[in-house]
């Protein structure tokens, strides 16, 4: 029996309705759902050392959520390959250099860090064909220093000066990168007139050994990570997604301590523009300015406001934190508030997670854990808030770590409880 005309017209379009449904679902079952798709699907699927950088866990700390009635939360960054945060932000550094051409493959990373960003530098840096050298102020822990030979970085250790200083350890790392490729050109322009000289015939025995060091020369590059937006993106493109991730979106705050500030930076503007209604806060150690930036919108210590600035700006038991300028990367911070943390307060709340959680955190990630609680009663119980835990004890052993060390600066630990917070 023939089929009328009409009736085959709507059989093939319900046919093609229904496969291009089939087609969709099976697309999006491959995908999953676009709302709860990963934000860090795309992120590097790289091998080997690179590859394992990031999607750190979101751990619950138990002894302060229980103390506060909230949820506080911290990115295990210490388990990066090299044991830091700032893994992260050496690889966005020198595939971004390396992408622009302003590195090349057998060239040097130079870099000013108290330690840890210089430390995953002398990590990752032989994954993409480079060298490391690293000038860090002498004040640093000696371990670092240890690490960093161990790692086959060139270590140079300074005095500590102010930043305007032109021998403070920033500017001698940007010396050292403008003299390694100075040394490049030099080469090259030698290089270029030895080719002349042998194509003329002139090609002396001295020149014939020189001609045979290729490879040697080939620049340097500065990471500077304190103006460095790459340090931003790090954390904009990688941390803020995977906070949002683990949390599913529910969470009410984020703190941070701020050194370079890319991490608060990069995670704070991640979270607001995913939902504005989530706080971000600063915590600032003793002798740093961002606190009176954030809070009165005016860059000075309390130690300047009283006229005695100390011998150093940044002598403190915490490291890599805390500064007296504004930073390419900090400008880029979405902030509501800031809080004053102490060195007493974070070598305490050290001690405390140790004992209660098993936690060995270096000092940074002990003075975010003093910004969580702080977040924790001012927003009051039954809130999620997030916080990042920078490393771990092992490179603080020297001095945040060294009981020795604490008493002689007046930091022996002997809180109880949580009540050098005024905690129960």
Same mark, same amino acid.
């Given at each position: ?9 709507? !059989? ?27 934000? @860090? ?19 619950? !700390? ?60 002398? @990590? ?114 990688? @941390? ?37 209604? !989530? ?43 805390? !500064? ?87 930091? @022996? ?12």
């Amino acid at each position: 029996m023939a089929v009328p005309s009409n009736l085959t017209a709507v !059989i093939t379009a319900v046919t093609v309705a229904i496969c291009s449904v089939y087609v969709l679902a099976s697309k999006r079952g491959k995908k999953g759902d676009l709302k709860s798709e990963k934000l @860090t699907e795309n992120k590097r699927k790289g091998k080997g050392v690179v590859g394992a950088i990031g999607n750190t866990p979101l751990i619950r !700390i138990n002894s302060l959520s229980d103390a506060t009635g909230c949820e506080i939360l911290a990115k295990a960054e210490f388990l990066n390959p090299g044991g830091s945060v700032k893994d992260r932000v050496a690889v966005k550094i020198i595939e971004e250099a390396l992408d622009s051409g302003k590195l090349s493959r057998g060239g040097v990373v130079t870099e000013g860090s108290a330690g840890s960003t210089a430390i995953s530098l002398a @990590t990752v840096a032989p994954a993409y064909g480079c060298k490391c050298h690293v000038v860090i102020p002498d004040d640093a822990a000696i371990e670092k220093s240890q690490i960093l030979e161990a790692l086959g970085a060139t270590v140079e250790r300074v005095r500590p000066v102010s930043i305007t200083h032109k021998d403070h350890f920033v500017n001698i790392a940007r010396r050292r990168a403008a003299e390694a490729n100075k040394l490049a050109q030099q080469h090259k322009y030698e290089k270029d007139a030895s080719n002349t000289n042998h194509t003329n015939g002139y090609l002396s025995e001295n020149e014939k050994q020189n001609e045979v060091i290729t490879g040697e020369y080939k620049g340097g590059f500065f990471a500077d990570q304190f103006e460095n937006l790459a340090n931003y993106r790090a954390h904009y493109e990688g @941390t803020g997604p995977e906070i949002w991730e683990q949390t599913g979106g529910k969470l009410h705050a984020f703190v941070a301590a701020a050194g370079t500030g890319g991490t608060v930076a990069g995670v704070s503007r991640f979270l607001k523009e995913k939902d504005p209604g !989530i706080k971000c806060f600063l915590v600032d150690p003793p002798g740093s300015g961002l606190y009176n930036k954030v809070k009165r919108g005016v860059m000075y210590t309390r130690e300047e406001a009283e006229g005695k600035r100390l011998k150093n700006p940044f002598d403190t038991v915490t490291e890599g934190i805390g !500064i007296n300028r504004l930073t390419e990367n900090f400008k880029m911070a979405q902030l509501d508030g800031a809080f004053r943390g102490t060195d007493i307060q974070a070598v305490e709340m050290s001690r405390f997670l140790l004992k209660n959680d098993g936690l060995f955190i270096g000092s940074s990630s002990a003075m975010n854990c003093v910004g969580a609680v702080r977040v924790a009663k001012l927003l009051g119980p039954g809130h999620t808030i997030v916080t990042i835990l920078c490393d771990s004890g092992m490179r603080h052993l020297s001095k945040f770590c060294n009981p020795e060390y604490l008493s002689q600066h007046g930091l @022996t630990p002997s809180a109880k409880a949580l009540e050098f917070l005024d905690c129960k």
